[in-house]
């Protein structure tokens, strides 16, 4: 089956499928997105989904498109098309098109782009059971990672080096030696105390909706949980360590720059909460 897109308001052949080439997005990466996880034909979590795009719009200040009521209908029928039970939403919002030019256009319609494609989820239970390794880069990202903004190159070139030294994962390390997050995921401990650590949210992050659901899990099931960021170091010598996202879950960590953390093995604290996240989420 020939898969379907939409775009601006026409659901349309995958591969017939184009925006203007002056669209802001081409032309300045002058937009954002959302990444939906899709289990059994339903999205995860999406009322914190669309609270988050609505907040990266604002603070690019582009227009909210359609309303939440009409965005669900389109996802609805996206999806439909598609015949996704199992896999992921894509939407993205630009500014629109106008004639290039840094500044605001005076008179401007937003575009958006939604496309969905079926992949295994929960993801691949090897992954899980054996544990994936990270490598550490320099943060090389603008101030305002908390805007899930479309300008995705240094996620991409981070992505590509953890690929090329045979890793998983990037994480990103600002200039005083803090992990910050992956180079598409958020980035957790568990420390030499036993509590579980995570980097605060604040323009330094993105923040991540599994990450906001697994901090609801992990207190109720009366994991001590602590946000605040953690060197590079304390991340090598922590009992555990582990990664989260919409399309992965909860991956342990049991390499770091080819370094072992912890036993070298998927830890009790991330085995606990993959087993929570899956009866939240499946």
């Known amino acids: 089956m020939s898969r379907i ?30 990444v939906f996880a899709v289990i059994r ?3 995860i979590d999406p009322a914190f989904h669309f609270e988050r795009l609505e ?23 996206v999806l439909r098309r598609n015949r996704v039970r199992n896999g992921i939403l894509y939407l993205q919002v630009t500014r629109g098109v106008a004639p290039r030019d840094h500044g605001f ?18 993801p691949d239970p090897h992954k899980f059971e054996n544990g994936i390794g990270v490598v550490t880069v320099p943060e090389t ?3 305002r990672c908390d805007i899930k903004s479309i300008a995705l190159l240094p996620n991409v070139l981070a992505k590509q080096d953890a690929r090329d030294a045979g890793a998983y994962e990037a994480w990103f390390v600002d ?19 036993g509590n579980l650590v995570t980097r605060q949210t604040n323009s330094s992050i993105l923040s991540g909706i599994t990450r906001r659901t697994l901090l609801e899990l992990a207190d109720k099931a009366g994991v001590h949980v602590i946000e605040r960021s953690f060197t ?7 009992r555990e360590a582990f990664i989260s996202s919409a399309t992965s879950f909860v991956l342990p960590v049991v390499r770091i720059d080819g370094e072992p953390v912890g ?3 998927p830890g009790p604290v991330a085995m606990q909460l993959e087993t929570l996240y899956r009866r939240y989420a499946v």
């Open 5 to 34: 897109a939409y775009v601006n308001g026409q659901y349309v052949p995958h591969n017939q499928a184009a925006v203007h080439i002056e669209d802001r997005g081409y032309q300045f990466a002058d937009g954002v997105y959302e």
């Open 175 to 193: 200039e005083d030696g803090f992990v910050t997050e992956g180079s598409s995921t958020n980035a957790w401990i568990v420390d030499a105390d």
């Open 263 to 265: 036993k070298g093995q």
């Open 55 to 77: 907040r990266s719009l604002r603070e690019i200040k582009i227009e909210v498109p359609l309303s939440r009521r009409s965005l669900g209908l389109v996802i609805v029928e």
């Open 141 to 143: 990202r603008w101030r």
């Open 41 to 43: 034909g339903k999205l």
């Open 232 to 238: 590079v170091d304390e991340a090598k010598h922590a």
């Open 105 to 122: 256009p005076a008179v401007v319609s937003p575009s958006i782009v939604m496309t969905a494609r079926a992949m295994a989820l929960p």
